[in-house]
């Protein structure tokens, strides 16, 4: 078995999302790889739905708990993203019995196994990260990129990572991070590791996190094919085999993007529950019986037209 340490922060309302994360990479997992799983948390340890079923279902992967203390209390919070997210900043004090660890949101699945990705050689950088599509080709997001002292073209998402956490330790970047955690940047943990980790960041292919942005622009074709931020090694269909990384509307939620494939990973997992799975579409079926025909037609017209200006927009 070969070892894969994965970590994972989120707080008590992330449980179900990070449930089906964990049951989704183990469904994908090759059987030689076992993953070891280091929840990152604060306060009381996050319950997760049906943790024991998960792992009495696998035999390769282990689940431990490390506490953040109260390092992050009342840092700041913005589009309903709590401090869970700047736990992952601490990540190479916490995990010292690894010098490379890969990072993952919870609201994401897996379809890919991530042997290949860990052996990867980091070198001198800090991380691997894949490319922020929006924040690097939207002129507005470009503006924001450039006022934080970056350069609009090279920022990275910090939703999935392949951290170097010897370098990180060797060049005492913790503190540098929870020192700019005291500032109010927009974009949390992704401000700052842009910040301190400018030059040093391996890029990485786009299908290991795969957004909405990115889905789109491979439906449609665009451009943005031809560019750094679309690199993609693997000659297959990344619309059939990427990772998935819901970075907008979440599918356990509402309608969105890729939201049969969250739920089919749901369907899959020792977890499912058909009343929970009912109860979700047959309330959404309500919901869209109740809207008049004015609104009916404002959702086909923001899908059907409106989406299509806004993929062309990436072109310019």
């Excluded at 992330?14 to 994908?28: D, E, F, K």
């Excluded at 991380?127 to 470009?142: E, F, I």
Aim: hydrophobic share 40%; proline share 4%.
């Amino acid at each position: 078995m070969k070892k894969i340490p994965i970590v994972l922060t989120f707080d008590r309302n992330m449980s179900l999302p990070a449930a089906i994360c964990i049951s989704s990479m183990m469904q994908s997992a090759e059987p030689d790889t076992f993953y070891e799983y280091f929840i990152l948390y604060s306060g009381d340890i996050p319950e997760i739905a049906g943790i024991d079923k998960i792992k009495k279902t696998y035999s390769n992967m282990s689940v431990t708990y490390r506490s953040v203390g109260d390092v992050f209390n009342g840092a700041y919070e913005i589009r309903g993203i709590t401090t869970a997210a700047y736990y992952r900043l601490l990540a190479a004090e916490l995990i010292p019995e690894y010098d490379k660890v890969i990072y993952a949101d919870v609201d994401m699945i897996f379809r890919l196994d991530m042997s290949e990705l860990y052996d990867c050689d980091l070198g001198d950088n800090y991380l691997g990260a894949v490319y922020a599509l929006g924040l690097n080709t939207s002129d507005d997001a470009r503006d924001y990129v450039h006022s934080i002292g970056l350069t609009p073209g090279d920022y990275f998402l910090s939703g999935f990572l392949l951290m170097n956490l010897a370098k990180i330790r060797r060049d005492g970047l913790t503190d540098k991070f929870v020192a700019l955690a005291k500032d109010d940047f927009k974009y949390q943990d992704q401000d700052i590791m842009n910040i301190v980790c400018c030059g040093k960041i391996s890029s990485l292919p786009y299908v290991y996190s795969m957004t909405v942005a990115a889905f789109e622009a491979v439906s449609l074709k665009t451009t943005l094919l031809d560019t750094k931020y679309m690199y993609n090694p693997f000659d297959r269909d990344p619309l059939l085999y990427s990772n998935i990384h819901y970075n907008g509307v979440k599918p356990w939620k509402d309608w969105c993007p890729n939201m049969d494939q969250w739920w089919e990973c749901y369907r899959n997992s020792p977890i499912y529950d058909p009343a929970f799975y009912f109860s979700f579409f047959n309330n959404k079926l309500d919901y869209l019986d109740q809207l008049s025909l004015t609104k009916r037609i404002k959702i086909l017209l923001r899908y059907f037209i409106f989406g299509q200006k806004k993929i062309k927009n990436y072109d310019e």
